[in-house]
């Protein structure tokens, strides 16, 4: 098991926003299990929605991180909650294009199956 702890995940989250190129390319954060409190956790989810980025996938057991996200003003589409990797990974085959970008942050299964480098 892979742990990250959420500074680091923010760190990516920042990086994932620049790499949006200005918004012309759409982002995806693709997040499992991190540790922290609830309140920290959604802090996560709502530190997302402030650097705009286009779609959050949280899977299993970090449900806080969208609970954040959806507080702050993420609704519908842009914040989903799956319960475990094989649906995060059909979400994003069934979803992404050509050009986007995609942050996946402990689940090194999900990030194999979609053809990212170690």
Request: glycine content about 10%; cysteine-free; charged content about 25%.
């Amino acid at each position: 098991m892979i742990v990250v702890e959420p500074a680091d995940v923010r760190e990516g989250l920042r990086d994932l926003a620049v790499a949006s190129e200005g918004k012309t390319r759409r982002t995806f954060a693709v997040l499992g299990n991190l540790p922290g409190t609830r309140e920290e956790l959604m802090d996560v989810g709502r530190f997302l929605v402030r650097l705009d980025i286009s779609v959050l996938v949280v899977v299993g057991d970090a449900g806080a991180v969208h609970a954040g996200a959806v507080l702050e003003g993420s609704w519908g589409e842009e914040s989903r909650h799956v319960a475990t990797e094989s649906e995060a990974v059909a979400l994003l085959r069934a979803e992404l294009r050509d050009h986007d970008v995609v942050l996946v942050s402990g689940l090194p299964s999900v990030a194999r199956a979609l053809g990212a480098a170690p």
